[in-house]
């Protein structure tokens, strides 16, 4: 049973680039969250998605974000970054009915120069 | 705001006890989590509290309090392996989970 899939695993852009990142959920899951991880600290809530909406959105500005297709899956989009946007991209996945089961996949280290 | 407050960091002996603690603010609460990250890879799943008292899972038992708004993860014989963060996460009202800065744990032989 395949786990939260998340791609790539590293990815390097430049300052004013956009950067697009994937997640693929665990089988059975409906609910994808983004979260960010400056080295160091612990994940910070960026949105999650159900039925291909957003449900919820943390503290981050509009630059972020995403989307959820039909299969699931989820994608992030970043515009503009900045250097400050260096970190490791988690996606978790989880059951809307059930309300404790997340997984999370294992990131994605952007690395902004 | 809704800190949420564990060590920054604990070493302890192979094979000995340790006790990692998380404070938290008590309104809204809804549910804490415990995981494991080693180093570049995915936060585990520990355990999930959302009632009081001790929930026990093999070598690891997780603790809550919520009137007190505190929890804490007990890890008992311990194992080279178990060298890792530890991160506590709250659930209050909504989706999202809160996470502290993580517990860097280091086992020593």
């Known amino acids: 049973d395949a786990g939260v899939t998340q791609s790539p695993t590293h990815l390097i852009k430049t300052r004013g680039q956009q950067v697009t990142l994937r997640c693929s959920p665990k089988?059975?899951?409906?609910?994808v969250s983004w979260y960010q991880q400056a080295l160091g600290q612990g994940p910070q809530f960026i949105f999650q998605?159900?039925?291909?909406?957003?449900?919820q959105r943390g503290n981050f500005p509009d630059r972020f974000s995403g989307h959820q297709f039909p299969n699931y899956s989820s994608e992030l989009n970043v515009n503009a970054l900045l250097l400050g946007d260096s970190a490791l991209y988690l996606c978790?996945?989880?059951?809307?009915?059930?309300?404790?089961?997340?997984?999370f996949g294992s990131g994605t280290r952007l690395t902004v120069v | 705001g809704q800190n949420i407050d564990q060590p920054t960091e604990m070493t302890a002996t192979e094979g000995a006890i340790v006790q990692i603690n998380c404070t938290y603010q008590?309104?809204?609460?809804?549910?804490l989590f415990w995981y494991q990250q080693h180093a570049g890879e995915a936060p585990t799943f520990l355990s999930y509290?959302?009632?009081?008292g001790l929930e026990e899972k093999g070598r690891f038992s997780s603790f809550l309090s919520r009137s007190k708004g505190y929890s804490y993860l007990l890890l008992k014989e311990l194992q080279m392996k178990d060298s890792a963060s530890y991160l506590c996460?709250?659930?209050?009202?909504?989706?999202?989970?809160?996470f502290g800065k993580g517990t860097s744990l280091l086992v020593t032989p």
């Open positions: 978790a996945s989880s059951l809307l009915a059930v309300g404790y089961g997340y997984t």
């Open positions: 089988s059975g899951h409906d609910t």
């Open positions: 998605y159900y039925e291909e909406e957003e449900r």
């Open positions: 008590t309104s809204g609460f809804n549910g």
């Open positions: 509290n959302v009632l009081d």
């Open positions: 996460a709250v659930r209050f009202s909504g989706y999202a989970l809160n």
